[in-house]
Structure formats: structure tokens, C-alpha cells
DNA sequence: TGGATAACTGAACGGGCGTTCAGATAAAAG
DNA sequence: CTTTTATCTGAACGCCCGTTCAGTTATCCA
């Protein structure tokens, strides 16, 4: 994943993965088909990770705004520690076969659908203003997955801050 | 940049590109030293195109609610008529050398902080409210970028209405 | 300990890569 | 029309690619 996100899927070879590892690159066809399985198993694994991890933190119940916060601050943690896998799973996804790319892409639109059930939610409980809770969850994903580009540990703000700042610019653009 | 935003840099052989402008590999090379020259030509051209068309946009003034209106829809317009540039321009960064990759980042920087005065500006005037011009600048700019993963031009909404639902999303997240 | 199974090596396969360049061809200039 | 200049072709160079496989080595189980 690291070698993926780094060069591209394209530009890295059997054999540096094989190096990386440290056996001969004929060794991997021990654990994988071929090299666009390796891409889509990685991917899809992040991916099934991702909805598991959310699944065990979505406090649910009926406070939509408790849980959208809770969706906000997982979203930042879960992605600045994986920031290769959300790298590779959203920038490789072209060179994945019909199938394979139809799969990863169903993943990601259960995802999206799990923070568009929550805005939906708090606009019937009228804690939400928004006109069109689709386009809203993504634009939240999208807010919230750009914070990989800057973020670094080492960094002026701690992780904790991060979120906040992040969750006051959800609650104010959900109108919450 | 078709190519490359849909198989990736690495992926695109000389001869592919030769092909689609019907002349040979060989005859590429009276345009461009190598391939990597290529790559950051377009992306720096791309660059340039995005900081002239703003400049050409940007009401200017003191109105900072009204300039920010204009960066959104100016934004959004122009990222989603240039997809594969915007794409190529994000994702192979990676492929670039050092300096070629100092380059085009310095041209993002400045892009952010056309943004970011905008910010200061109605922070000032106390027409926004925000803790963190910097991060909201990059936020803003990661949540308009992301109408380019779903807007198709055939879709359900006009391109001028997804600009304001987005306009009122940036509006509130700024607290203006 | 010995036999079976799993894991790995190292070489090979056909093929595509970026780039170069002598020679052919087209366009422009005088 | 002739000469100069700009373009392009087609072949070649050395190199690396994904993948396969016979043979070797390590591990596991009875």
C-alpha cells in the first residue's frame, strides 16, 4: 500500500514489492493471482475496514447531532492513520477491472449512505437545515478527507483539535 | 491529459500518446525533452490557467461576502470543466522531481491564499467568523473540489444550482 | 526420523518501455 | 525552382515488465 500510494500502482513492479518483503517476485504468486488482485484485495480490505470501524463507533439513537459529530471525528481519525490506503482506494480506483471497480464503489456509496441517513434524521427532527442530504453527506466526506493533505502529526495541532475545528465547520454547514 | 487522468501517468506509454495525435513516439520528442517535461508542463499550465481566471473573476473590493460568493461559484465552474486537468494535478504530484514538484505546490500555495485574504478579510470586517483562515481556506477548497467526484453534466441538477447549494453551504460554514 | 506439503528461488518467456537518430518527407524562404 | 529548415518515420538500443515453472529449501505432521 505504502509502495502503491507513493509511486502509483502502474510505476511500482512485482519486484520492488517482492524487495520490500524480501523474497523473489515469483514468491507472490503464492498469495496473489495477479497484481490487480493485490490492488483490489488492499482496497476492498480498507474499505470493509472502514465501514467495520464505523459501525462499532456510530453511537446511534435518535441525537442526529451527536452522532453526526461522532461521524465527523471518526472520519479524521480513521483517515489521517490510513492516509495511504485513502490515498490508493480513491486514486487507483481506474486501474481496477469492471467488476472489481463496481465493488469498491459500492463500498464507498454504503459509506456515504450512512452519513446521509444521519442528516436525514436531524433534518425530520429538525436539528439539520439542508437541502439536499445526498450532495451534503459527500460534501461533509469531501470537507472532511481534505484534512489528509495538510495534516501531519508533527504538526502545530493535535489531532484533537483538528476535529473540533472540523466539527464546528460540519455543525455550522448542516445548519445544526 | 485525457490519458493520463484515466490510466495514470505511469500507465501511458509515449507511443499510446504518439497514436492519438497521429504522428510517432519519435516525433514527440520535438515538443517536449521527455516525458516528465510533459507531465509538468500541463500541470503547470493548468496552474496558471486556474490563478488567470480567478484573477479575471475576482470582484476584488471590500465586500468579502460578495468575493467569497464569486471564489465558490468561480471555483466550482471551472474545477468541473477541467476534471481530467484538476485530477492529473492533484494525483501526480507524486510523479514530478523535486523542483518540478516544488513548482506546481507554489502555485497551489498561492491559490490558497487568494482564498485565505478572502477569509482575513471578512474575519476583519467581522463578517465572518472563523478560527482558522488558513485551515477553513483549504477546507473550502477540498469541499468545492469534490463536486467533481459526482457532477456529470447530464445529471439531475444544472451546474448553477449545484453552485448555490454549495454557495450555501460555504456561507454557513464561514458563519457569514 | 521420514515423508508430505508449503514456500521460495532463479531463470526464462514474450512483450512493451523511454529515448535516440539517420534518413525521408513536408513546408517555408529566397 | 532550389535551397534551407522544420517535421516525421521507422528501426534500433538497452532495460524492465508481469507471469510461469522446474527445481530447491524450509516447515509441518505422523
Sequence with gaps: MRLFARHGFAAVSMRQIATEVGVQ????????PDKQSLLFDLMREHMDALLDAWQQEDPGGTD????LEAFTRFHIRFNTRRADAVFVSYMELRNLTGENFAAVTEL????????????RAGQDAGVFTLAEPR???????ALLTGVNTWYRDAGRLKLDEVETLYWDMVRRLVGG
Design 64 to 67: 442526529a447531532r451527536a452522532r
Design 135 to 141: 450532495i451534503t453527506a459527500m460534501a461533509v466526506i
Design 108 to 119: 464507498r456509496r454504503i459509506y456515504e449512505t450512512r452519513l446521509e441517513e444521519i442528516l
Design 25 to 32: 517476485a515469483g514468491a507472490l504468486y503464492n498469495y496473489t
